[in-house]
């Protein structure tokens, strides 16, 4: 059993930046994939971003290219989204889950309680 934990969302104004990281419980958290997903008010679950097991390979949504990055560190059981160039569009809840390398939610296994993230204009 995997659990893992969002930290780092808050408010900012657009332009600035924030980290986001997700520490997993558990053993198994370098052998899964591990993905970024976004919800706003009304709107269904976004993917955001998502990094292989060994970091090798990364994806993005053509929306945050150049302004955000994935990252993990398996020996802190940690994965990480860097967010830079905030626009108010990107405001939303983020989760990080684990499970296969896709971008799609049904790829994921396991899935945080979820941060908020708000960008004022």
């Known amino acids: 059993q995997v659990q893992l934990v969002e930290s780092g969302g808050g408010l900012v104004q657009a332009g600035g930046s924030l980290r986001l990281s997700c520490a997993a419980s558990?053993?198994?958290?370098?052998?899964?994939?591990a993905g970024w997903f976004r919800q706003a008010p009304e709107k269904g679950r976004e993917f955001v971003a998502a990094?292989?097991?060994?970091?090798?390979?990364?994806s993005y949504v053509d929306s945050v290219k150049g302004r955000f990055t994935i990252s993990r560190d398996n020996a802190k059981n940690t994965v990480y989204l860097q967010m830079n160039s905030l626009k108010p569009e990107d405001t939303a809840v983020y989760y990080c889950?684990?499970?296969?390398?896709?971008?799609?939610?049904?790829?994921?296994?396991?899935w945080g309680q979820g941060t908020q993230v708000t960008v004022s204009s």
């Open positions: 990094i292989s097991r060994g970091g090798t390979y990364k």
């Open positions: 889950a684990e499970g296969q390398y896709s971008g799609s939610p049904a790829a994921y296994i396991y």
């Open positions: 558990g053993r198994t958290f370098s052998s899964y994939a």
